[in-house]
């Protein structure tokens, strides 16, 4: 066979498959939008993905498409799911209708509008809003679980009511403001605050336990005052200031320090 007459069969056989190729694809297309699906009433086929859609104004129900029936005081959603409809601001669904919410005095709508919320100054005790009684010396706070108040800095909540702090000389308020600690230098007993008498050679600590001060490095205590350590020969302070250990080679023997043989 020439190369002329190989190239128009080679052809006519591109061109065949071709054609066969463009109608098993127009077939299939064909199938698809009639065979595989039928787009019910009122609703739309999809532009990507294949299947329909409800047009606005219906929801889907089954293989079919519904009118959505908007109650009074409601409004479309635009969805074609759920029930297609919301209740207006100011009311609420009940059994398939709108009702409007009744916003009891010194209430107001909250931000969704579908409930409401008491004004400041009041708490809600099951339907109503009642007033929140503040007692003197106390102040409202931004809640109103619990009692909805609380007391000024300097008084002590008792109850129903704000008793002023009995704070004694040389003390400062916790930041809570209902409590008292004592200053640096000075210790609680009891209701008061009583200085701290730091002996020579010793210094402050600021905890609750113990005398509240300690010896300086090379002292310890004894009774209420700081003496000289006395550290033995071949020996020396350790970390704490307060204890000696032998320098190396000696080893400690009741206390002296000395080289074992």
């Known amino acids: 066979m020439s190369s002329t007459k190989y190239g128009q069969f080679a052809f006519a056989l591109l061109r065949g498959f071709l054609a066969f190729a463009f109608l098993t694809t127009f077939a299939s297309a064909t199938f698809a939008q009639s065979g595989s699906f039928n787009v019910p009433n009122n609703a739309t086929p999809k532009s990507f993905g294949?299947?329909?859609?409800?047009?606005?104004?219906?929801?889907?129900?089954?293989?079919?498409?519904?009118?959505v029936v908007i109650p009074r005081n409601a409004f479309d959603t635009g969805r074609s799911y759920g029930s297609g409809w919301e209740c207006r601001r100011g009311f609420k669904e009940t059994k398939g209708s709108?009702?409007?919410?009744?916003?009891?005095?010194?209430?107001?709508?909250?931000?969704?509008?579908?409930?409401?919320?008491?004004e400041r100054g009041y708490r809600q005790e099951e339907r109503a809003c009642v007033p929140i009684k503040v007692p003197r010396n106390g102040f409202l706070t931004d809640t109103t679980y619990a009692k909805g108040w609380e007391c000024e800095r300097g008084f002590r909540d008792d109850g129903e009511s704000c008793s002023a702090l009995n704070v004694p000389r040389n003390e400062y308020l916790t930041s809570t403001g209902d409590r008292w600690k004592c200053n640096r230098g000075f210790?609680?007993?009891?209701?008061?605050?009583?200085?701290?008498?730091?002996?020579?050679?010793?210094?402050?600590?600021?905890?609750?336990?113990?005398?509240?001060?300690?010896?300086?490095?090379?002292y310890r205590a004894s009774g209420e005052k700081c003496v000289t350590f006395q550290v033995p020969e071949n020996a020396h302070l350790d970390y704490t200031g307060n204890a000696w250990e032998c320098d190396r080679p000696y080893h400690k023997i009741g206390q002296s320090c000395v080289i074992s043989r």
């Open 50 to 67: 294949g299947g329909w859609e409800c047009n606005r104004g219906f929801r889907s129900i089954g293989n079919g498409c519904e009118a």
């Open 98 to 118: 709108c009702v409007p919410i009744a916003v009891p005095a010194n209430a107001f709508l909250n931000g969704s509008g579908d409930d409401w919320k008491c």
């Open 187 to 218: 210790r609680e007993n009891g209701n008061a605050c009583e200085v701290v008498k730091v002996p020579a050679n010793g210094y402050f600590v600021d905890v609750s336990y113990g005398v509240g001060w300690k010896c300086n490095r090379g």
